[in-house]
């Protein structure tokens, strides 16, 4: 676990739902001070209960400490923030979102708040609750050279694995792609596991001999007894996955590119969050079948 240089000690963190939680049990165990604020109370006290500062209102953020961190459902609910506290921010504080959020409307955040010199950097977050709590998730950056050298001692303590892929929106652009080929996989999984079953085969059995071929995936590792279990406690929920999908297909359209696997995606996706299965974990697509 890396920890944070003396003189940066202090962080502000708003949104501490799912992967908000574990970027907080990382920041604190790199030795930062951590004050949390989220809309949901039992959030703020799970929050507490780790040794972070909660607080009641946005506005009562450490302003003067010159990092927040941002882990928001979508780029809207960003804005909305964005606009409540950019009275309050300091010149020079550096904003590091890693909401998975549209990377259009990121760009002109940042130019809004760089007018103010304040520095916007999406830092978005490959990997589960659980797997960003383990220190293994993948942060995909992008920010201007300075804003990226400025916040590493943060990016660091979430991860060791951090790709910088250029100016502000880039890293979001990159979740996408990386959203497309992750769901896709995990639909795969759950149309072989609803074949297998239907043929009459043993899942565990089914599931072992896909982990020991040339079919293994890392999705495999992550979902496959969730699937078969039918446990979907969740890491990371079915509704965000739609949403980033909508959001794939929404800048495919912008760049004129045609994805009929991941229009279908959207449509199995759909179809379990309309029969009430949108808080379900991700692996709840299996449900589709």
Not at 30 to 55: E, I, K, P
Not at 73 to 95: G, R
Not at 132 to 151: E, N, Q, W
Request: aromatic content about 2%.
């Amino acid at each position: 676990m890396a920890t944070v240089s003396d003189e940066l000690q202090d962080v502000g963190l708003i949104g501490i739902g799912l992967l908000g939680s574990a970027l907080a049990e990382r920041l604190l165990q790199a030795g930062l001070t951590v004050h949390g604020y989220d809309t949901s109370m039992a959030a703020l006290d799970s929050f507490a209960a780790m040794g972070g500062y909660s607080l009641d209102n946005v506005k009562s953020l450490p302003f003067d400490a010159g990092t927040i961190v941002l882990c928001l459902p979508n780029s809207t609910v960003v804005e909305q923030v964005l606009t409540t506290i950019q009275p309050h921010l300091q010149p020079d504080t550096v904003i590091i979102d890693t909401t998975t959020g549209d990377p259009r409307r990121t760009q002109v955040l940042e130019e809004t708040l760089r007018n103010i010199n304040v520095e916007l950097v999406d830092a978005t977050v490959l990997g589960s609750s659980n797997v960003t709590r383990r220190g293994d998730a993948v942060l995909m950056v992008g920010a201007s050279s300075t804003a990226f050298d400025r916040c590493q001692p943060i990016l660091q303590a979430i991860s060791n694995t951090v790709h910088h892929l250029g100016p502000t929106g880039r890293g979001q652009e990159m979740k996408l792609v990386a959203n497309l080929v992750l769901g896709l996989n995990r639909a795969a999984l759950a149309e072989g596991l609803h074949f297998a079953r239907n043929l009459g085969l043993d899942l565990n059995t089914v599931l072992e001999i896909l982990m020991s071929g040339a079919a293994s995936s890392r999705v495999m590792d992550a979902k496959g007894l969730k699937m078969i279990h039918q446990e979907f406690t969740p890491e990371a929920r079915l509704s965000q996955h739609l949403k980033d999908v909508r959001l794939i297909l929404s800048h495919a359209e912008t760049a004129e590119t045609h994805l009929p696997i991941s229009e279908l995606h959207r449509v199995l996706l759909q179809r379990v969050q309309e029969n009430g299965g949108g808080d379900l974990d991700n692996s709840a697509i299996i449900q589709a079948w």
